[in-house]
């Protein structure tokens, strides 16, 4: 079992920056995916970005260029960086964490970001 607790979220101006982190309880390498999902008020959840175990990442279009995902194995932890933020990216960030064999399905609690103009 995997449990997912994410952190670094907060209150910033629009153009600031903030690093969120996703920290799993077990080793994440088990995980064939991990990827960070945002919802705001009244609006779907949707992707924002995702790493493949082998390394190779996709971004929504929205993020691309601003954001960045990474993961560290040794560290059981999963990265996003958030650059030029903008109002729009205000919402609830949610880790996810992905097992294709047998599959399987993890989500973290959320953590609030909240971008002021």
């Known amino acids: 079992q995997v449990q997912l607790v994410e952190s670094g979220g907060g209150l910033v101006q629009a153009g600031g920056s903030l690093r969120l982190s996703c920290a799993a309880s077990?080793?994440?390498?088990?995980?064939?995916?991990m990827a960070w999902y945002r919802q705001a008020p009244g609006k779907q959840r949707e992707s924002v970005a995702g790493?493949?175990?082998?390394?190779?990442?996709n971004y929504a279009d929205s993020v691309r260029g601003r954001f960045t995902i990474a993961r560290d194995n040794a560290k059981n932890t999963v990265y996003l960086q958030m650059n030029s933020l903008k109002p729009e990216d205000t919402a609830v960030y949610y880790c996810?964490?992905?097992?294709?064999?047998?599959?399987?399905?993890?989500w973290g609690q959320g953590t609030q970001v909240t971008v002021s103009s």
């Open positions: 996810k964490g992905v097992a294709l064999n047998p599959p399987k399905v993890y």
């Open positions: 077990g080793s994440i390498y088990r995980l064939d995916v």
């Open positions: 790493i493949f175990s082998g390394g190779s990442t």
